[in-house]
């Protein structure tokens, strides 16, 4: 070993006492936060790209290795192991440090290539590592986070094994690097994710940490340039490496300061409704589901995409939307599972529409199909049209095509925020199916069990005017611990399904913590019971209306279909419950206030229209805008944004 090293047993002690120096938990309290400190062990997998210059690598006064002569050495590759110790700070802004003491590997496989046949020599360093970096939160994702700084390498090995021929056998091994340095310097830098691994109300909080970075070590050999006869700092055996690993951390989570409250004068004001008697019940449910009567293509791509379902012959002929939705096979869905069910159902909308022209042999149709080019969307016309006619024997002559640049109510207007202008274009890349004849683009009617209704949800509200900034649920009991938020709207609904899966009872707490304009935190406390029952409640029928992107007046273009079917159908005696969504497109909070208000002015239509029937009917309005707490579909894909632009009608039966 050269002079200036450390040893394997060396290092691994320093490592030991480090760690137990420095993770020595804080005490235990009632409410806790994320921890200033965290400590734990870091591991990777390095793929190394070693800068080897133009080297001497004979041993200085070696002559036992005849073959040994001056070398001019190339760059090369390898892997090695990164693995050590870790402490980290976090403040309460956007910065935190981190400090590593780590082993590190950067072998390398270089070749001369000087001569023939290639000499290679498989180099083979290791450090203990000192890294020092500041950690950088962006507000983009909680968890997401950037790191960079300096590192300090202390030799532990510099040795390779020789090859004459780089495919014959080795005729040195471990053999010692000449003036080989003891210290390096370096840099860093690289992007990481934590994710916690338990319940926020535990006193110690675990995370694991995937991440990606990248380091440069310079200088591995000699002081200077003139000893080695270099010309630049990268010729004196550097080392870029690649990086992926995890790092596992805890830390003592430190207590929240908690101001008690004065019972004579809440501040928080909350109220807490549960289900009718606190009993939640499955529900059969008649949906009309409408056809969103477009085909979206993938960008830079005229084949129609694999997650559309296409049939040979055969099977379009025996092809019928009923079969789509048998009730005994669909069981008890949750409300993810009814819509990956309503999905799979658009995605037969080739097959829907084939059939309903098959059956319908005088109703004609037109394509319009729009690419960012009239060519384009000929095109992507032209294949939907090959489809119908190919596997469902349509006549050509039935089937129009039209290709413009833009569908005829685009996605996107000069407004939209510039993050979200790949999301519209991919919306504006389809096959729109254009008809005068509701027959073939008539909603699909839909038969099932439904687990957890709307009307199952926990509402909970604080007082909107107590100066509050934010508010978080925590609901325990039965052994179960779920946490919500936080919240900056007065009122939340919380579907209880998970809180009650597996049991038939419980009773549990509802903790709201309130944190006040001037960084109070306030906290208030309510239990309540729930019950499963297992036989389904009262039945329903849900209708959804779907707007356009950016749509005017969107709910008065659904007013006689919500007069004339909607009203029509509600008797007297029954609930309406009313729920409006968005897509992600566009602010947040707007987004929230649009589905508020066309679920409001849907009520509004029923309500003037029921009136007028001579019915008294119970009807509720509620927005959840783009609230990923209760989704209905997967705005990844332009489908899953143009069905989460709606407002859902449910009419629940009498009890």
Same mark, same amino acid.
């Given at each position: ?32 936060? $994320? ?62 440090? $981190?400090?590593?003491?780590?082993? /590190? ?106 991440? *990606? ?13 003139? /000893?080695?006869? !270099?010309?630049?700092? /990268? ?139 009239? /060519? ?65 683009? $008539? ?6 069990? !439904? ?154 239509? *029923? ?49």
């Amino acid at each position: 070993m050269t002079n200036g090293t450390l040893g394997r047993g060396t290092v691994l002690r320093i490592l030991l006492i480090a760690f137990f120096a420095l993770s020595s938990p804080g005490s235990a309290q009632d409410e806790y936060r $994320q921890p200033i400190w965290k400590f734990g062990l870091n591991a990777g997998l390095n793929l190394n790209f070693a800068g080897a210059g133009y080297q001497n690598l004979a041993p200085p006064g070696n002559t036992s290795i005849g073959n040994f002569i001056p070398l001019e050495v190339n760059d090369g590759s390898g892997v090695g192991l990164y693995g050590g110790l870790l402490a980290e700070y976090n403040s309460d802004s956007w910065w935190g440090a $981190q400090l590593r003491l780590s082993y /590190d590997m950067r072998n390398a496989v270089v070749n001369d290539a000087s001569f023939t046949p290639e000499k290679e020599f498989d180099a083979n360093f290791s450090y203990f590592t000192i890294e020092p970096l500041l950690r950088i939160y962006p507000e983009i994702t909680p968890g997401l986070h950037f790191t960079a700084g300096p590192l300090i390498g202390i030799n532990l090995t510099g040795e390779y094994d020789y090859k004459p021929d780089k495919d014959g056998p080795a005729t040195a091994t471990g053999v010692e690097f000449p003036e080989l340095s003891s210290l390096t310097l370096g840099i860093s830098a690289g992007v990481g994710y934590d994710i916690l691994l338990n319940d926020r109300r535990e006193e110690t909080w675990f995370y694991l940490t995937p991440y *990606l970075e990248g380091s440069w070590m310079v200088n591995q050999r000699g002081t200077s340039f003139e /000893d080695l006869d !270099q010309n630049s700092i /990268d010729d004196i055996w550097s080392t870029v490496t690649l990086r992926a690993g995890v790092h596992f951390m805890f830390g003592a989570a430190p207590p929240v300061e908690l101001v008690e409250i004065d019972a004579s004068n809440p501040l928080i004001n909350l109220s807490l409704l549960t289900p009718t008697g606190g009993i939640i019940r499955s529900r059969k449910v008649e949906e009309y589901f409408p056809l969103v009567a477009n085909v979206f293509f993938d960008s830079n791509s005229t084949a129609i995409p694999g997650r559309y379902v296409q049939l040979d012959q055969g099977d379009a002929g025996d092809f019928s939307e009923n079969d789509l939705l048998d009730e005994d096979e669909i069981g008890n869905l949750t409300e993810r599972q009814r819509s990956q069910r309503q999905m799979n159902t658009y995605y037969n909308v080739m097959n829907i529409i084939g059939a309903r022209m098959r059956d319908n042999p005088e109703q004609k149709v037109t394509l319009i199909g729009s690419g960012g080019d009239k /060519d384009d969307g000929h095109i992507l016309a032209e294949n939907v049209k090959s489809y119908l006619t190919n596997s469902f024997g349509i006549d050509p002559d039935r089937i129009s095509i039209k290709s413009q640049k833009l569908p005829r109510r685009p996605s996107g207007s000069a407004g939209t925020p510039k993050e979200d202008r790949p999301l519209v274009d991919e919306e504006n890349r389809r096959v729109e199916f254009v008809t005068n004849n509701d027959i073939l683009l $008539q909603p699909v009617r839909m038969r099932l069990v !439904q687990n957890n209704p709307i009307d199952n949800d926990l509402v909970l509200a604080v007082d909107e005017g107590g100066g509050i900034k934010s508010w978080q649920v925590k609901l325990e009991g039965e052994g179960r611990n779920f946490n919500f938020g936080p919240f900056r709207r007065a009122s939340q609904r919380i579907n209880p399904g998970d809180l009650m899966k597996d049991i038939e009872q419980g009773r549990y707490t509802a903790e709201v913590i309130v944190t006040t304009n001037d960084d109070q935190v306030l906290r208030e406390r309510r239990e309540f019971d729930l019950v499963v029952r297992a036989d389904t409640g009262e039945g329903a029928r849900r209708y959804s209306i779907v707007f356009e992107y950016g749509q005017k007046d969107a709910v008065k273009t659904y007013d006689r279909f919500l007069r004339n079917v909607v009203a029509a159908q509600t008797q007297q005696g029954q609930k309406v419950i009313i729920h409006g969504y968005t897509d992600n497109v566009g602010d947040a909070d707007g987004n929230f206030r649009l589905s508020q208000k066309r679920a409001r002015e849907t009520a509004d239509v *029923l309500r003037d229209e029921l009136r007028k029937l001579g019915r008294r009917v119970k009807i509720e309005s509620v927005g959840f805008g783009e609230d990923g707490t209760r989704p209905l579909f997967d705005n990844s894909l332009p489908e899953g944004r143009f069905y989460n632009r709606t407002v859902v009608i449910e009419i629940i039966e009498a009890s």
